[in-house]
């Protein structure tokens, strides 16, 4: 009873899904032969046929983690410090030999103007305190030998001023504010209450 459970891989059925290995080999060879002739028809020699992969047992993540490691060394390989650089070239080496010496030159003369701008300042100072500091001297004034005789003053014409009006000289004003000083006084003394001002008199 146990023997009529289990299918028989002979049967109809389940024999058709399964291909030998024998099968699978025919077919390789066959088709390899297509290929072969396909070539020949057009006159060219067939590419070498890759070689399969064998099975080395590791499962498929230990085979993506070890392409992974490989990937990642490799590209630490090309981002090293010492692969980004690379020697100078002769017409480089030129170029910058150059400009530093341009620089330097320019530097140089820099310097020079920078000197003698100081040193002409340094003169400029030390003139000026000596002059400060040792007037030159005066020379004498040169006396007249003979006085000369006083020019006259020009003549005024008359005819210029006509109808201008001359007027008299007014009294000062401190003899005119006098007498109202006083009467402010006298005012002061007839009230005797009243704050008392001091009034100078001009």
Do not use: H
Not at 104 to 131: I, L, P
């Amino acid at each position: 009873m146990e023997e009529a459970m289990v299918p028989s891989l002979s049967a109809a059925g389940i024999g058709s899904r399964f291909v030998s290995q024998d099968d699978v080999e025919t077919a390789k060879a066959r088709r390899d032969e297509q290929w072969k002739a396909a070539y020949a028809r057009l006159g060219m020699e067939p590419p070498p046929q890759q070689q399969e992969d064998f099975s080395d047992g590791r499962s498929l993540a230990e085979k993506l983690a070890a392409n992974k490691i490989a990937k990642q060394e490799e590209w630490e390989e090309k981002t090293k410090l010492a692969n980004q650089f690379r020697a100078l070239e002769e017409d480089e080496i030129m170029f910058l030999d150059s400009v530093r010496e341009r620089q330097e030159e320019e530097e140089r003369q820099r310097k020079e103007k920078d000197g003698e701008e100081v040193q002409n300042f340094k003169e400029a100072v030390a003139a000026r305190t000596s002059a400060v500091n040792n007037p030159p001297p005066m020379a004498p004034k040169p006396v007249a030998a003979a006085p000369s005789k006083p020019t006259p003053a020009p003549a005024r014409k008359k005819g210029a001023l006509k109808g201008v009006v001359v007027k008299k000289k007014a009294k000062p004003a401190a003899a005119a504010s006098a007498p109202k000083e006083d009467a402010n006084k006298d005012k002061d003394d007839e009230e005797p209450g009243a704050k008392r001002r001091r009034i100078s008199e001009a």
